[in-house]
């Protein structure tokens, strides 16, 4: 099983922009690199497993200011705009929802990008960090996902990502996998199979 495997449950573009939720499976120990958003605030909501938030206080971008938040099931986290976070699932994995408000229409791709991905056997993880064989994929996601990574080596390798390939390569990306009517059609998928 991939590290993370996310599942588009409500988008932006059928709620006028309020919201978007991401039901998402987290194998043990997946994580992402410490970093924050600039438009919009995440709420993780644990449902079943174990799943350990790192955070800073409210605003602060500072990686060595977080500390850890192990949620129980039932339980969830807010995380506000412009403060340094990750997470790390645990050992038996975990199961979570997560809303971003208002809407992260790039974050909803990303979701069917990576879904897309890891159905052409072409996902690399990234949560430990941008290497040489992710960067540009870690490049173009973290774009999509408005994170601004907070430690200076993944700074570093995305930003020197070339910036025609980065865009080429997204292009691609959400051509291949995460138009607005993709997007549409997976929420509609998913909500037929819960209905």
Request: no cysteine.
């Amino acid at each position: 099983m991939p590290d993370k495997v996310p599942t588009l449950v409500e988008s932006g573009l059928l709620n006028g922009g309020k919201r978007s939720v991401i039901a998402s499976d987290h194998g043990p120990g997946s994580t992402t690199i410490p970093h924050y958003h600039k438009t919009f605030a995440e709420n993780f909501k644990l449902h079943s497993g174990s799943i350990t938030i790192i955070s800073a206080p409210e605003g602060v971008r500072d990686a060595a200011a977080m500390r850890e938040l192990a949620l129980g099931v039932g339980e969830n986290s807010t995380i506000p705009m412009f403060t340094a976070h990750k997470f790390i699932a645990g050992e038996g994995g975990a199961n979570v929802t997560v809303t971003f408000e208002p809407a992260a229409i790039g974050f909803e791709r990303t979701v069917l990008i990576m879904r897309g991905l890891q159905e052409d056997g072409e996902y690399k993880p990234w949560g430990d960090g941008a290497n040489e064989e992710n960067a540009m994929l870690l490049s173009v996601l973290s774009e999509l996902t408005d994170s601004h990574p907070l430690t200076a080596e993944d700074a570093e390798m995305i930003g020197k990502q070339d910036r025609e390939a980065h865009e080429k390569f997204k292009g691609e990306l959400i051509g291949l996998y995460a138009t607005d009517d993709m997007i549409k059609e997976a929420v509609a998928k998913t909500a037929a199979a819960s209905a």
